[in-house]
């Protein structure tokens, strides 16, 4: 009998080579490199239930499934989702340990069966009984929720295939292994085989199907990259363990918008919607105090208003100025500083700069870049600003202030929070109307503004 060939596979970036390494010298982990069996069988192919070959169709002929989305119960979860969701359809959740990711699902999962729809919820992490613990307290109980304790693929294939549910939850996708392959559960290879014969079970039978995935200590999700890629929807749980707020973020998503966000709330009974995140994130904003900025942040469909602070002090270490950021790009607020130290003549360079955006939320779009400054102006002048004012732009090399898309998206949601003036690009297009509910201030420069802030 032909022995088996084995190899050793980098368990961080899937790297394989023929002997042991310490050292991974593609992704430079140390200790990653775990041996498994090479040309192992292709599980895919192999739990088809029914069989049976399918004929090309005519894109026309297709039935659309969009009218037949499944509500999570859950409406921010709905929104990340692209407004529900869809048969046969395979998404991935990512986030750290304790953030929430089995409270979602598991508070899904109870609304979703109490409307007569049977889902089917598989851990190979906690007991039944230490579910039914957690489903008491989410109040998540029904009869049309199964509870499924198993980490072999073939058994939960077979459990599946006999019960038929409306929806599938593996909690998490590292812990299943299927026996064709004899690597250690949560390996490359096992992640992989798993994840196909999983997305193949889900199309065939049209049964959604929802994988908890573990990350690594980066907060990439841990496993083979072409997880990601198979999987029809990416969604990443953030937060800080020192706020109770948690953002729902999709990075990927074949059938709605990416880059949309739902806001909850960590509750003792579970997570609570945030239906007007705006709100919440502006309730203890100071009065007052210099540094503090409101800016608009687009994320997905709706914008949110946010606050971002900034503390410019002297710096205590000669020639080292520290520049520390929470929540926005480090690079983009190191190219900011520079901006305002030749275009706006502020001297910077024995500055420790510290910017933070309140809530604990996360934005990158450049549409923010004018209140950073303005942040980072007021804290080093002393100065506050208007906390009726919001600060809208992108800042260039130059220093000019550039438009940023759906403006008026943004002025409008400012609107409906009371605020009374808008600083804006002075070169916008203008679409619609504010001019009796808003003031509305054009600048072309960040001079500009500060002549309005700080004259």
């Known amino acids: 009998m032909q022995k088996a060939k084995r190899y050793f596979s980098c368990q961080a970036c899937g790297y394989q080579t023929p002997k042991w390494l310490g050292r991974c010298p593609d992704c430079g982990e140390w200790n990653t490199m775990i041996e498994e069996m090479a040309d192992s069988p292709d599980l895919s192919r192999g739990i088809i239930i029914g069989g049976g070959s399918t004929e090309p169709l005519p894109i026309t002929d297709v039935e659309s499934g969009e009218g037949k989305r499944l509500s999570s119960g859950i409406s921010e979860f709905d929104r990340v989702l692209g407004g529900g969701i869809v048969p046969g359809s395979m998404v991935l959740i990512g986030g750290d340990p304790g953030i929430g990711k089995s409270t979602l699902l598991l508070q899904s999962s109870g609304k979703i069966s109490k409307k007569g729809k049977t889902v089917l919820y598989i851990s190979g992490e906690e007991s039944p009984c230490q579910i039914r613990m957690r489903s008491d307290r989410l109040g998540s109980l029904s009869d049309r929720l199964f509870i499924l304790s198993e980490t072999r693929l073939e058994d939960i294939v077979t459990r599946i295939d006999k019960l038929r549910p409306a929806l599938i939850i593996i909690d998490s996708v590292q812990t299943i292994y299927t026996m064709q392959i004899q690597s250690a559960p949560g390996s490359i290879s096992q992640v992989r085989e798993v994840s196909a014969g999983l997305m193949r079970l889900s199309k065939e039978l049209g049964i959604p199907t929802f994988l908890i995935g573990h990350v690594t200590k980066d907060g990439a999700i841990a496993g083979p990259r072409v997880l990601e890629h198979m999987v029809d929807t990416v969604l990443y749980f953030e937060g800080d363990r020192g706020h109770s707020f948690r953002i729902l973020r999709t990075v990927k998503n074949r059938f ?75 690079n983009r607020v190191s190219i900011l500083t520079a901006i305002l130290e030749k275009r706006a003549g502020l001297h910077l360079q024995g500055e420790d700069i510290f910017v933070n955006v309140a809530g604990g939320i996360k934005i990158s779009e450049p549409a923010t870049d004018l209140g950073i400054v303005t942040a980072m102006a007021s804290s080093f002048k002393n100065q506050p600003i208007d906390p009726q004012t919001i600060v809208i732009g992108e800042v260039g090399l130059g220093g000019e202030v550039r438009v940023v898309p759906q403006i008026d998206m943004r002025i409008g949601e400012g609107i409906k929070l009371g605020f009374t003036r808008c600083i804006i690009p002075k070169n916008r297009i203008k679409t619609e109307d504010y001019a009796d509910s808003i003031d509305m201030v054009e600048v072309g420069t960040i001079g500009d503004a500060f002549e309005i802030f700080f004259s």
């Open 256 to 330: 709605g918008s990416t880059n949309e966000i739902g806001v909850f709330e960590m509750m003792r009974d579970g997570l609570a919607e945030v239906s007007n995140p705006s709100e919440i994130f502006l309730a203890e904003r100071p009065s007052g105090i210099p540094g503090s900025v409101v800016v608009s942040s687009i994320e997905g469909t709706r914008p949110i208003m946010l606050e971002l602070q900034s503390l410019v002090s002297a710096s205590a270490s000669f020639g080292m100025p520290r520049r520390m950021t929470t929540g926005v790009d480090h």
